[in-house]
């Protein structure tokens, strides 16, 4: 058995128990990296737990990859991806920019995703075959957009504090052509380019649980998202996602 919509939004609304109330309140921050700054909140771990016993419940023989606890039967045939926060940078300094991730795997392949954003109200869902937006605007389904190229597009990365030398000088190569750039957004920019708004995200060293949720998302809303060098994306890295053909190959072209 398959999971549904509705078992999608149990979920979500699962770990909103435990991540709005703590949105805009005074939180306990804990740094997981040294040497840098990688910050993780009560609301994280709370929100994880929420959303692994639901699966633990309904689905007992399925795998779960999370963020925050450890990993279970991650090489099982279906398996759940799991970020209860993505943006926690934005979720610590009251930005609205912040998501819940929940992905699924069929064989290691990305089906299906849910982004889900308690403060603004939005979710954006792929059931397996189309992506769908809810919220203030009401429901619909939703498309990625046409662009004839980067002179064209608009580009989202988180910021360009996160790639290395080599890769900040392939990414500015993009950054010089493209008609808008925009910074700091996390999963909200793969949901706004799903959902037709933006063209082009590039963005690097991320993890399984990143864009677990996202790949279908923006795969079913009729986009493209690869690793730089054109590879599947499950496993995280350097990733480039397109809401078109054009746009996308001109960026690999740059990118690899």
């Known amino acids: 058995m398959l999971p549904d919509r509705a078992f999608f939004d149990r979920l979500a ?3 909103k128990a435990e991540t709005l109330p703590r949105f805009r309140s005074r939180l306990d921050v804990v740094n997981k990296l040294a040497g840098g700054y990688d910050p993780v ?3 994280d ?4 737990t929420a959303i692994r016993a639901l699966i633990e419940a309904e689905f007992p023989d399925h795998g779960i990859l999370g963020e925050e606890h450890e990993n279970i039967g991650i090489d099982r045939e279906h398996v759940w991806v799991i970020d209860p926060i993505d943006g926690t940078r934005a979720f610590i300094s009251g930005v609205p920019m912040w998501g819940t991730l929940i992905g699924f795997q069929h ?3 990305a089906t299906m995703g849910m982004m889900d954003q308690p403060f603004t109200g939005e979710r954006y869902y792929a ?10 605007e009401g429901e619909r389904q939703i498309r990625t957009r046409d662009c004839a190229g980067l002179e064209d597009a608009i580009l989202f990365t988180t910021s360009p504090h996160i790639f290395l030398s080599d890769e900040l000088a ?10 808008l750039f925009r910074y700091g957004i996390d999963c909200y920019a793969y949901a706004l380019l799903a959902a037709g708004h933006v063209d082009l995200v590039v963005e ?43 746009v996308h190959e001109q960026a690999l072209a740059l990118l690899s």
């Open 170 to 179: 392939r990414y500015q190569t993009i950054e010089d052509k493209v008609r």
């Open 107 to 109: 064989h290691g392949r």
């Open 45 to 48: 771990r709370a929100a994880e």
């Open 13 to 15: 609304a699962a770990a």
């Open 127 to 136: 059931d397996g075959e189309k992506a769908w937006y809810s919220g203030p």
């Open 204 to 246: 690097t060293s991320l993890k399984p649980y990143d864009v677990g949720a996202l790949i279908p998302l923006i795969e079913q809303a009729g986009g493209i998202i690869t690793t730089w060098d054109g590879g599947r994306p499950e496993a995280g890295g350097r990733i480039v996602a397109a809401g078109c053909k054009a």
């Open 41 to 43: 909140t009560e609301g």
